[in-house]
């Protein structure tokens, strides 16, 4: 797991929850994504950003990634696309 999964999860998880948040992480492994390294930090990128600080979150977004990768990816795409009003 990189440094930057790791800072997004001690800013966006309580202390308490973050060994859990990594250990689901850990669930994802290169055999689950197509593109190798690059490709599985994204996919733990896509699962904190739509967990949006929630531990159940992260747990079925895990095994929504694990199911296919591409959908956790293609909704956190979405997110970022949204429009920011002033």
Aim: charged letters at 35%; proline letters at 2%.
């Amino acid at each position: 797991m990189n440094d930057e999964i790791l800072r997004i999860i001690d800013r966006d998880f309580e202390e308490k929850d973050r060994q859990l948040v990594i250990k689901y992480l850990k669930k994802i492994h290169l055999n689950n994504v197509w593109g190798g390294n690059g490709t599985l930090h994204q996919v733990q990128h896509s699962i904190l950003l739509l967990a949006e600080g929630s531990v159940y979150r992260v747990k079925d977004l895990v095994k929504c990634a694990r199911d296919d990768f591409r959908d956790v990816i293609a909704a956190a795409t979405q997110i970022r696309k949204k429009p920011k009003l002033p």
